[in-house]
């Protein structure tokens, strides 16, 4: 990117997708910094406090860089499924459930699935492609109903992420379920935690990063998705579906089929998310698991207008704020919340400034 | 003009309207009066004007120059409500109905202010059906009514407003038979009550029945007026069809001169319908009981005035409509009900009558259209191979002289004419190719591009291809075609030989007459 940069004219930064997408990104990204400042000032705490307290957590330390990183894999991936499903403008709304049937299927897998024992990794293998699984058919359903009897698929993942989210929640409320069994009246409604073996290896275990081989899977499956939506048969029968049903169908594509995979493979990498959630640093599943993270996901898709390097760059600027917005919170007693409020206001300026430059005759 | 006293002051009169969209002219210099009392009957085939011509009737567009007058007044309608405050009211060919309300509440909506007097609006329609002997249940939901109950109640919206001029934009198109029939009563009850009544159309059978007066418009000029348009039938369908100025289209005649030799035998049937029977999502029988062949190395041409099954016909043959009863043969393996992807398979090209929606992917480039249906032939384990594509892509563009600044242009920035040259190049490159079935492949086309097409569809044939043309072009069908079968009402009328073609007795086919 850098070198880019350099090559270019001013004038030719303008016109040049990448930069001027960047470009937009840092302005809005800016700009809303700007807001949270000024609200800040009015919560009577000093700024340079504030923003401390935001920089330590976010990247302070090797510790702090290595959870904001860990905390984007699992915006990444929903963004790349939404990006994917996007390709045949079929809009995926339901991250948050996938993410949380994920949650569940690992969970299940790993405690009582008999995976704690298995050799070569398949301990924590296994679990994650359970989740997959069960994150895809959660998202094949809807494709299903959208190719079959022309169910909006907004609503129908949407409605589905909430019954999975009370689903969550049910398992781990139920000694029967996923609930630690209840040695006192101060058990607390989660899982026990998931044996060590299960747990996704760090990447670097003597650097104090922390982070796991996640990050690995996620860079991965980002550069075959890429690859998928560009150079196979499949992402080309996604763009002619998405772009014309009609000729796509009289052209042979199997609209039903498309449709279903589409939704599917967003689903499976959903939950794949909430596997390497729960893996990778939670251990333990809780009401709340998925705690908004399928929702950034979506936004993270939004912003990244089809690009997966944009899911990775927008995943990274909502990892780092949401882990500096924890910090602010526990050291200088600033809402987390105000990092939601910078993110809305980074989400309206982008769309905003897409909107308008597609008023132009232009695309971001 | 002088027969013209005689006549009383017309509802409405039009006086040199023309009308432009970009630089494209709908309308030109469009002269018509309409009488009180009259079913007027305006002609044309898709895109000669009418609906344009009503539109500007009814205030949707205004027209570029010209004038209008109503009762002797001038008339200048910036919008549609303008039109229905000066006592002209049209009935579109999709109804605005809410479909959720009663009958009741449609018809009172937008014309009552306040507080409404159910019981009396109710008796102040009652009146109007009685004036009209329709019956209408008032209290039904409009979607539990039939398409042809439902244009009742768009009528009858119309009429409450005591209308001058009623405009009908092709109202029969959506009706079964007895459904027609009592629209038509209706329609002359309405002339009678000394309304005007516009009819669009292209159904002969009803101009017949009905019209006091024709009016033909052909590339949106007046080309026909008929006083007597039941006993004109013939040159009324002659002027629809017929381009004066393009009889002889100098790039088909040479072709056309040359005596067609057959070089298969007629046992070489490529396309075998027997008893084909189509009916629509409505009941409606589109292609009634058709029984015909299509042999190799023959352009068989379906000619007909639109509307007629043609467009039903295509889209069975593509596997996009359903087979109702019969079945189809290609190259004597039964595809009857296949898929998209089967028919392709047996060997069939198709060339969609809407380019548009069917035919091309607007927003892909040049080359991903050029391939769309052969993609396996360029995928290895799933994955592209964009060199493969791109040389064959070229291929195509080359032999198919199809004009773009590149290969990987959007198809969308493309002219109309080397859209279909694609379209062309990707059917007829296919690779077990024993059918072509090209429908309206010419329109919209320019000349020389129309020469293209026929060039390429001729070379196809030459190589032993059978080719199913359906067109409504009659001079370009009657110029290219080994045989011409004429379709009326979704049946075959009846089938005219090479060298034998007699326009009178075709005209007379298309007019669903028995020659």
């Known amino acids: 990117m850098n070198n880019l940069l350099i090559k270019l004219t001013p004038a030719q930064w303008c016109t040049n997708s990448h930069i001027r997408t960047l470009l937009v990104m840092g302005g809005a990204t800016m700009i809303a910094v700007l807001v949270a400042i000024v609200m800040i000032i009015s919560f009577g705490v000093p700024v340079s406090e504030a923003l401390e307290a935001f920089a330590d957590g976010a990247w302070g330390s090797p510790y702090a860089i290595g959870a904001s990183i860990n905390r984007s894999l699992v915006f990444a991936l929903v963004g790349i499924g939404f990006v994917l499903a996007n390709r045949a403008r079929l809009t995926n709304v339901g991250g948050e459930g996938q993410i949380a049937i994920g949650g569940i299927a690992a969970t299940a897998m790993s405690l009582y699935g008999g995976c704690e024992n298995l050799p070569y990794g398949l301990a924590y293998i296994v679990p994650m492609l359970c989740a997959a699984l069960a994150g895809g058919v959660w998202g094949a359903i809807p494709g299903w109903l959208k190719a079959r009897l022309g169910t909006n698929e907004v609503i129908s993942t949407l409605l589905l992420s909430f019954i999975a989210i009370w689903l969550l929640y049910w398992c781990v409320q139920s000694v029967d379920l996923l609930r630690q069994p209840m040695t006192s009246g101060g058990t607390l409604p989660e899982s026990l935690t998931i044996p060590e073996t299960t747990q996704l290896p760090l990447l670097w275990p003597d650097s104090g990063l922390g982070i796991h081989l996640g990050l690995a899977i996620t860079l991965v499956l980002g550069v075959v998705v890429a690859a998928v939506i560009s150079r196979t048969r499949f992402g080309f029968s996604l763009r002619a579906v998405g772009y014309n049903p009609q000729a796509a169908k009289r052209a042979g594509v199997a609209i039903t089929w498309t449709m279903v995979a589409a939704l599917a493979i967003a689903g499976a990498l959903g939950g794949l998310g909430g596997a390497i959630m729960l893996q990778g640093d939670q251990y333990s599943l809780k009401a709340g698991f998925s705690s908004g993270y399928g929702f950034d996901g979506l936004v993270v898709g939004l912003l990244a207008r089809n690009s997966i390097t944009g899911v990775f760059v927008a995943a990274l600027l909502f990892g780092f704020m949401r882990s500096g917005g924890i910090n602010m919170e526990m050291v200088a007693q600033i809402p987390a919340a105000l990092v939601l409020v910078v993110q809305a206001i980074v989400i309206l300026i982008l769309a905003g400034s897409a909107l308008w430059l597609s008023r132009k005759g232009e695309k971001v | 003009m002088a027969d013209q006293q005689d006549l009383p002051v017309p509802a409405l009169s039009l006086q040199g309207i023309d009308k432009f969209f970009g630089t494209f002219q709908a309308l030109a210099n469009v002269t018509l009066s ?84 159910y019981g009396q609006q109710q008796r102040r329609i009652e009146n109007t059906l009685q004036g009209l002997g329709l019956s209408l249940d008032l209290q039904a939901k409009i979607s539990a009514l039939s398409v042809g109950e439902r244009q009742r109640v768009e009528i009858v919206k119309c009429l409450l407003r005591d209308p001058s001029v009623l405009i009908l934009d092709e109202p029969t198109a959506v009706l079964l038979p007895a459904e027609i029939s009592a629209l038509l009563t209706v329609c002359k009850r309405v002339a009678d009550l000394g309304c005007a009544v516009v009819l669009v159309t292209h159904k002969l059978a009803e101009i017949q029945r009905i019209a006091s007066r024709a009016t033909v418009l052909q590339s949106g000029r007046v080309v026909m007026e008929s006083a007597q348009p039941a006993q004109e039938i013939d040159s009324l369908v002659r002027a629809m069809i017929e381009r004066p100025g393009q009889v002889n289209m100098p790039a088909l005649t040479p072709v056309a001169s040359i005596p067609q030799a057959r070089r298969y035998a007629l046992s070489d049937e490529v396309l075998q319908l027997n008893g084909l029977t189509v009916r629509d999502a409505l009941g409606v029988t589109r292609l009634d009981n058709c029984t015909m062949v299509v042999n190799r190395g023959e352009i068989v041409a379906i000619a007909g005035v639109e509307g007629n099954g043609q467009s039903e016909l295509g889209a069975v043959l593509a596997g996009m409509m359903p087979v109702s009863d019969g079945q189809v043969y290609v190259a004597g393996q039964e595809v009857t009900g296949a898929s998209p992807q089967q028919i392709t398979r047996a060997g069939v090209g198709i060339v969609p009558e809407d380019r548009h929606a069917v035919g091309c992917i607007t927003d892909m480039s040049l080359t991903e259209n050029l391939l769309l249906n052969h993609m396996n032939h360029y995928s290895r384990y799933g994955f592209l191979q964009r060199r493969k594509m791109r040389d064959q892509a070229q291929a195509l563009v080359a032999r198919f002289d199809i004009r773009a600044a590149s290969i990987d242009v959007p198809f969308g920035g493309l002219s109309g004419g080397n859209q279909q040259k694609a379209v062309l190049a990707r059917e007829l490159t296919l690779e077990s190719l024993v059918l072509l079935v090209a429908a309206q492949p010419t329109r919209g086309l320019d000349v020389g591009a129309v020469a293209a097409v026929y060039r390429h569809i001729q070379e196809a044939r030459d190589r032993g291809v059978g080719v199913l043309l359906i067109s409504s072009e009659l001079d370009e069908v009657l110029a290219v075609a080994d045989r011409v079968v004429v379709f009326y009402r979704g049946k075959i009328m009846g089938t005219s030989l090479c060298g034998q073609h007699d326009r009178r007795a075709i005209g007379a086919w298309m007019a669903g007459q028995a020659a």
């Open chain 2, 34 to 117: 309409l009488f009180p009392g009259e079913v007027h009957c305006l002609l044309g085939e898709n895109g000669a004007g009418k609906s344009t011509l009503c539109n500007v009737i009814f205030g949707v567009h205004q027209p570029d120059s010209g004038i209008m007058f109503r009762a002797g007044e001038a008339y200048k309608p910036s919008k549609p409500h303008d039109a229905l405050t000066a006592g002209i009211a049209m009935v579109h060919q999709h109804f605005s109905l809410v479909d959720n309300a009663s009958v009741l509440d449609n018809l009172l909506l937008g014309q009552s202010r306040g507080w409404i007097d």
